[in-house]
């Protein structure tokens, strides 16, 4: 049963965050699934069990890598810059349930900032790096 919850939880993060900020890019035959939202967002039960501080200045960033469309292991990191140009590092941790793997980050940001974020995914099949850029704006 806490195997299932679990579960629930990882894909509910990775949902929730898709649909709210979400997106994807492809690179041939690896896709590259992110989103940024803020930590608020994700239940509480869901944050406890994945280490995540929910605060109104935290946001969270959720990567997933496939391949062929299954989930592959990558190096992630990443790097957020507010339009000060201040640098906030990225370190994800590997959350792994199933044949699920995802990626997730949680960072302290000003309560309402607008970061420009650059994740660098390097997929275990490809051995390929990979740049993803996009922008968010987070308001309190």
């Known amino acids: 049963m806490r195997i299932i919850a679990k579960i629930t939880g990882c894909l ?8 709210v900020t979400g997106g994807e890019e492809k690179f041939g035959d690896v896709i590259v699934h992110f989103a940024s939202v803020p930590s608020l967002l994700i239940p509480a039960d869901v944050a406890e069990a994945h280490g995540i501080v929910r605060s109104r200045n935290r946001i969270v960033t959720n990567v997933a890598v496939h391949h062929h469309g299954g989930a592959v292991a990558a190096s992630v990191n990443g790097l957020a810059t507010n339009l000060l ?12 349930e199933g044949k699920a793997i995802y990626y997730v980050a949680s960072n302290v940001i ?10 660098y995914v390097t997929p275990q099949p490809t051995g390929e790096a990979l740049v993803v850029r996009y922008h968010r704006r987070f308001l309190e």
């Open 12 to 19: 509910a993060i990775f949902l929730l965050a898709t649909e």
């Open 110 to 119: 000003a309560q309402s900032e607008r970061l420009s974020i650059e994740l």
């Open 85 to 96: 140009h201040q640098q906030i590092q990225l370190e994800f941790a590997e959350v792994r």
